[in-house]
């Protein structure tokens, strides 16, 4: 009795591992693979086949291997690099590769992963960059010329990709720009520029202003020529008529008009405290003495 106790533990322990190794080969049997993966499923490191259906799929456990490969497009962004373009101009442009794995196992045997498809990648783009950039102006790559550039760089980039199983999408240029040794000077030069143009502007301000002054000026003393002809043609003529006027009137009854002259001139000369010295028979005083005596009647 004691003995057969002993042996049901044991046989239990032993269910116990057949089933845990069981499951261990069945998990490395199954390959699961999704929609944004595929596979190569190697064996001691040879091919055996691709699965590029997502589910699950069998292989042999522990002796077969999956290596799994991103089916969605990837991005490689590279690092800044200086080119010479045709006008001699030096150029920092960075550069972004869009691209996906079309052919697993030649992606898998020539670059293996990402990384390595990155560096190839990065070596094709730059060296078809440098090409294109050494026949184009630095100012037709940043502004007309700039798409069929990419253009070109990407057909050629695609055409020698294919040796690696990558297809490339599509190169863009993120940014391109000119060395920061040479920054400085361009915006010296840029600033140097700006302000000789703002000096020209400014002196052909002043002149534009010193003429439209002189002509002001112009037009100000021909008016005022023009008014002070008129005033006194004017005042010639007010004084022509009151000359006349006057005339007129003292050809009507002259010791009136003497008187009224005479009257007129008191007016302007004497004020209220105004003393004056002068002869009675003077002729000034002739309207403001009495006549002669008449004679004494009683004489």
Known sequence: MKTQANRLPFALVVAIVVIAL????????????????????????????????AGMHFKLPL??????????????????????????????VDHVTRWRIADPLQFFVTVRTEMGAQARLDDIVGSELRRQLAVHNLENVIA???????????????????????????????????????????????????????????????????????????ERTVILADAQE???TLRGEGD?????????????????YAFTRRLEAYDKLLGEKDILVLD??????????????????RN
Request: charged letters at 35%; zero cysteines.
């Open 22 to 53: 069981a499951g261990i080969v069945a998990t490395q049997a199954i390959v699961i693979v999704d929609e944004t993966n595929q596979a190569i499923v190697t064996q001691f490191g040879e091919y055996r086949r691709t699965i590029n259906e």
């Open 63 to 92: 002796v077969q291997k999956a290596n799994f490969l991103e089916r969605r497009m990837l991005s490689s962004d590279a690092l800044s690099q200086e080119y010479l373009t045709l006008d001699k101009k030096r150029a920092v």
């Open 144 to 218: 007309d010329d700039r798409e069929p550039i990419m253009e070109v760089i990407a057909k050629s980039s695609r055409e020698e990709a294919k040796r690696f199983g990558i297809h490339v999408v599509d190169v863009r240029i993120k940014r391109a720009d000119l060395p920061p040794a040479v920054q400085q000077s361009v915006f010296q030069r840029m600033e140097a520029e700006r302000k000789r143009e703002s000096s020209r502007y400014r002196a052909e301000g002043e002149e534009r202003g010193a003429l439209i002054r002189a002509e002001a000026e112009r």
């Open 230 to 232: 008129a005033a006194q």
């Open 240 to 256: 022509a008529q009151a000359i006349a006027i006057y005339a007129e009137a003292f050809n009507q009854d002259p010791e009136f």
């Open 280 to 297: 009675s028979d003077s002729d000034f005083f002739k309207y403001l003495v009495s006549h002669q005596r008449r004679p004494d009647r």
